[in-house]
């Protein structure tokens, strides 16, 4: 069965030191992940995603998320945090073993970041 | 957010009403979502539409009823609702291109549901 963990409900980080959102996943096939992020009253803004290849992929303002297929991750990184990253952030995976349009996401990490 | 709007923005209705969501894209997609979002749950999908053809309904109750007239436009038709169907309704639309396992799906900005 298809799987997404956040497995932290905050994180909370200093303006700027960098930080890091936890995502685990298990699918069947191959994993398309992607990280969301929504801002309050908001909807999800797409910030990256993994398909194939480079581990590392670049996304929206300055994020980055590391593919582990031996640790099943997925984890979002930015080397130095704003103030105004502080949101509710959505890791998401779709099983590549389907033909299928179904996302299925995880419970979302609060990042509060502190002036 | 300009990609996909989501009217209202905010609703609030008795159990017995029938009211309606609409969701518009102007993306140029043909695959069309309905997700429901309540606190401390995960993102919960409702119905896809993938060329105006529903091709999931992940159990969603009947009092819920969608509607998909053309690749832009998306509705959610309510009914004799349950207080616990209060939630944010989000839309989202993708490419919808045949194996689109790797389709991105953008997202409106979702209606706030209040059910009294």
């Known amino acids: 069965a298809q799987s997404v963990a956040q497995p932290e409900d905050q994180v909370n980080v200093a303006e700027g030191n960098p930080l890091t959102v936890k995502c685990t996943y298990s699918?069947?096939?191959?994993?398309?992940l992607f990280w969301y992020v929504q801002y309050p009253n908001r909807g999800l803004q797409f910030l990256l995603k993994y398909i194939t290849g480079d581990n590392l992929v670049k996304g929206s303002y300055g994020f980055e998320a590391e593919f582990n297929k031996s640790q099943t991750s997925f984890h979002l990184k930015k080397p130095s945090a704003l103030v105004s990253d502080s949101a509710l952030y959505f890791c998401a995976v779709r099983d590549g073993a389907y033909n299928t349009d179904k996302l299925i996401f995880g419970t979302g990490t609060r990042l509060q970041v502190f002036p | 957010e300009t990609g996909v709007t989501q009217t209202p923005r905010h609703l609030v209705m008795g159990m017995t009403n029938k009211k309606s969501l609409k969701c518009e894209q102007h993306l140029g997609h043909n695959a069309m979502y309905w997700y429901k979002q309540s606190a401390k749950k995960p993102l919960e999908l409702m119905f896809v539409y993938n060329f105006k053809e529903q091709t999931e309904n992940n159990s969603v109750p009947s009092r819920f009823s969608p509607e998909c007239p053309n690749s832009s436009h998306l509705f959610l038709h309510l009914h004799t609702l349950q207080p616990e169907d209060s939630a944010l309704y989000l839309c989202?639309?993708?490419?919808?291109?045949?194996?689109?396992?790797?389709?991105?799906?953008?997202f409106g900005p979702g209606t706030r549901l209040t059910v009294l």
């Open positions: 699918v069947s096939g191959n994993p398309y």
């Open positions: 989202a639309s993708s490419q919808g291109t045949s194996g689109g396992s790797t389709d991105t799906q953008y």
